[in-house]
Nanobody, 126 residues
Framework: QVQLVESGGGLVQAGDSLRLSCVVS?????????MGWFRQAPGKEREFVTR????????YYADSVKGRFTISRDVAKNTVALQMNSLKAEDTAVYYC??????????????????WGQGTQVTVSS
């Protein structure tokens, strides 16, 4: 059974940094065409944050996080990480890791992802 388990969330102040991790079990990371991070704030729809393709040479970011967040993957550890710097209050949300098996172009549509983690809460106080 494939599982994605996120960790690293917490309560921080504006300007601080956090690093989220997503461990993939039951299947190797290279089995997935893309891994993504999404987030959902209270009362809002789930939104795309960033994604990385299995080769590791293609990343894409939402404009709201570009220049502040960095996605990376460690194939040996079967892990995808999200480094979040210069956090803002508007980054407060539950962050989800997701995996996409088949080819996709932009890969920023949540509906195209096949497996999801349970989410980790990130709260940024202003």
């Amino acid at each position: 059974q494939v599982q994605l388990v996120e960790s690293g969330g917490g309560l921080v102040q504006a300007g601080d940094s956090l690093r989220l991790s997503c461990v993939v079990s039951g299947r190797t990371l290279s089995s997935y065409y893309a891994m993504g991070w999404f987030r959902q704030a209270p009362g809002k729809e789930r939104e795309f944050v960033t994604r990385i393709k299995w080769s590791g040479d293609s990343t894409y970011y939402a404009d709201s996080v570009k220049g502040r967040f960095t996605i990376s993957r460690d194939v040996a550890k079967n892990t995808v990480a999200l480094q979040m710097n210069s956090l803002k209050a508007e980054d407060t949300a539950v962050y989800y890791c997701a995996a996409r098996r088949d080819f996709c172009t932009g890969c920023y549509d949540a509906g195209r992802y096949d497996v999801w983690g349970q989410g980790t809460q990130v709260t940024v106080s202003s």
